[in-house]
């Protein structure tokens, strides 16, 4: 579709769509909402950087925790299994002195 | 890219209040909220001035973020279902008539009724004096729509400024008879 305008009444739409003037306090409270946010701003991300640094300490936390907790487990099931291997050794070691035993007593 | 100019925000504020202002009182038709508008506008440009490259994309800036807080308001305004265009005649007649002719009082109501878009396209034109193509940056919207909207709106707008102009002449010649 062409735009084809109309040169008269154009000219009458310029004229009624000229610029108003902004209300005279606008700059005023303008800069004045500025100057109230900007405090505020840095307040925001300090509260922010806040926010972030107690988030980090609680996941390093947390990762530690695991860490620990992960030891300890390793440390536990280590101790079973040495405990298992105490058991089975006492019990061949048994068994051994046992089929000693028997082999002198039929030697005998 | 590095430029050399350096933009103050008070200048800036200075030079271009006037437009950012018009352009929302002329799209919400309230002259409280586009005093409002014009304020967020300024202060968002602020937030944003380290990206401004030139006086002109200033300009440009300006424009398109206040067409845009501008048409969301007038969403908002929508959603809360007030009769905004009965709300913008009043408001209209009552401060237009302080800068203008009966005529460009009666075509700034007569914008008032006007589809969103339409209008956009026609504050943009006839306030900013600007191309269907810079309308077509400013709006984010293809040019082809941009001069559809135009066209249409300036057939409706030139329409019933001439039913008004024909009642007007009715009227007078009704008066000038008795």
């Not at chain 1, 936390?61 to 299994?81: H, S, T």
């Given at each position: 579709?062409?735009?084809?305008?109309?040169?008269?009444?154009?000219?009458?739409?310029?004229?009624?769509?000229?610029?108003?003037?902004?209300?005279?306090?606008?700059?005023?409270?303008?800069?004045?909402?500025?100057?109230?946010?900007?405090?505020?701003?840095?307040?925001?991300?300090?509260?922010?950087?806040?926010?972030?640094?107690?988030?980090?300490?609680?996941?390093?936390?947390?990762?530690?925790?695991?860490?620990?907790?992960?030891?300890?487990?390793?440390e536990a099931a280590r101790q079973q299994v040495m405990k298992a291997l105490?058991?089975?050794?006492?019990?061949?070691?048994?068994?051994?002195?046992?089929?000693?035993?028997?082999?002198?007593?039929?030697?005998? | 890219?590095?430029?050399?100019?350096?933009?103050?925000?008070?200048?800036?504020?200075?030079?271009?209040?006037?437009?950012?202002?018009?352009?929302?009182?002329?799209?919400?038709?309230?002259?409280?909220?586009?005093?409002?508008?014009?304020?967020?506008?300024?202060?968002?440009?602020?937030?944003?001035?380290?990206?401004?490259?030139?006086?002109?994309?200033?300009?440009?800036?300006?424009?398109?973020?206040?067409?845009?807080?501008?048409?969301?308001?007038?969403?908002?305004?929508?959603?809360?279902?007030?009769?905004?265009?009965?709300?913008?005649?009043?408001?209209?007649?009552?401060?237009?008539?302080?800068?203008?002719?009966?005529?460009?009082?009666?075509?700034?109501?007569?914008?008032?009724?006007?589809?969103?878009?339409?209008?956009?396209?026609?504050?943009?034109?006839?306030?900013?004096?600007?191309?269907?193509?810079?309308?077509?940056?400013?709006?984010?919207?293809?040019?082809?729509?941009?001069?559809?909207?135009?066209?249409?709106?300036?057939?409706?707008?030139?329409?019933?400024?001439?039913?008004?102009?024909?009642?007007?002449?009715?009227?007078?010649?009704?008066?000038?008879?008795?």
């Amino acid at each position: 579709m062409e735009f084809e305008p109309n040169e008269d009444f154009e000219r009458e739409l310029r004229q009624a769509f000229e610029r108003r003037p902004a209300p005279p306090g606008l700059k005023r409270k303008l800069l004045a909402r500025k100057s109230a946010q900007r405090p505020q701003h840095l307040s925001v991300i300090w509260q922010r950087l806040a926010a972030s640094i107690v988030l980090i300490a609680a996941l390093a936390g947390g990762l530690e925790w695991r860490n620990l907790e992960e030891q300890r487990k390793d440390e536990a099931a280590r101790q079973q299994v040495m405990k298992a291997l105490r058991i089975t050794a006492h019990a061949l070691n048994q068994m051994n002195a046992q089929l000693a035993a028997h082999g002198r007593a039929a030697n005998e | 890219m590095a430029h050399d100019w350096q933009p103050d925000f008070e200048q800036l504020v200075d030079k271009h209040q006037s437009m950012v202002f018009s352009l929302a009182w002329r799209m919400t038709g309230d002259r409280g909220l586009a005093e409002e508008i014009a304020q967020d506008v300024f202060l968002e440009l602020d937030r944003h001035l380290s990206r401004i490259e030139s006086e002109a994309h200033a300009c440009f800036w300006l424009r398109r973020v206040a067409m845009s807080r501008s048409t969301d308001a007038l969403r908002r305004r929508k959603v809360r279902g007030m009769d905004l265009w009965v709300e913008m005649e009043d408001r209209h007649s009552v401060q237009a008539e302080i800068h203008s002719s009966p005529l460009g009082v009666r075509l700034e109501q007569l914008l008032a009724t006007l589809p969103e878009q339409q209008r956009a396209a026609l504050i943009l034109r006839y306030q900013e004096g600007l191309t269907p193509e810079e309308i077509a940056a400013t709006l984010e919207s293809p040019v082809a729509t941009v001069k559809s909207h135009l066209q249409r709106g300036l057939k409706l707008l030139r329409a019933k400024a001439l039913n008004h102009l024909r009642e007007y002449v009715r009227v007078k010649e009704q008066v000038r008879g008795v």
